[in-house]
């Protein structure tokens, strides 16, 4: 009670006990450090929802960087789990905190350390065949997205969207950011034309994949698009 009056003690302990758990990690013994991570966060969260701890904006008031912390346990559980098994349980350690942390995905995972990871390849796999057997929502096709892009680079992101676009519209965000990032503005007119073709009007993501064609277009100076695009925009 006296933590949620003013007593901040509890920044010292909690950051104590982060980086004890750090030292674990750094040590290679990720079994132990993965219950301890996961005994923490949740011991840390639980404060955060039930007022436990005093102030606002906890998370700046901890030397720890938390989302960094929940990476090093995403990478424990990675490491802890045969290979059949890791796609079940990084997703689950994923959804655990995706809520208020919607940047924590496997990018994050594989490089929040140096070292590489074992068997990524495998995973990059399973994890895919793992994701598409979700029922979709925000997270799972967010993850799917980020796969693909991750393990079958710009044509696995064509072929998300032109085979399965209408399942994942984003897909067709997924695959222009790809495009813009390699300058490929003609592919990118494609890319937005068959969005726009194949998606329903009444969804909003149109929208972004006309802001797509029209930057093209511009680079492109080709007006007849311009002027599609920004009537897509409207």
Known sequence: DERA???????????????????VYREGNYPLARRAFESLLAIYEAGLE?????????????????????????RCVYLTETP??????????????????PDLNIHGLINVDLEELPQLEDF?????????????SSLSAGLLKEAVGLFQGVAGLERLA??????????????????KKEHKHEDMIRA????????????????????????????????????????EAL
Not at 5 to 23: A, C, H, K, P, T
Not at 162 to 179: I, N
């Open 84 to 101: 059949a098994e890791r796609p079940q349980a990084v997703w689950n350690a994923i959804s655990r905190y995706s809520f208020d942390a």
């Open 192 to 231: 937005a034309s068959l969005g726009l073709e194949r998606l329903p009007a009444r969804l909003q993501i149109r929208s972004k994949i006309a802001d797509f064609l029209r930057e093209a277009a511009v680079h492109l100076k080709k007006t007849d698009l311009i002027d599609r695009s920004l009537m």
């Open 5 to 23: 009056w003013g007593d901040d003690s509890w920044v010292i302990e909690i950051d104590d006990l982060f980086s004890r758990i750090l030292d």
């Open 162 to 179: 032109t085979e399965d676009g209408l399942k994942y519209p984003s897909a067709f965000v997924a695959w222009l950011e790809a495009l």
């Open 50 to 74: 039930e007022g436990q701890f005093s102030g606002y904006e906890h998370d700046e008031l901890i030397e720890t960087d938390v989302d960094e912390a929940r990476l090093r346990y995403f």
């Open 124 to 136: 990059g796999q399973r994890w895919l065949e793992f994701l598409r057997r979700q029922t979709v």
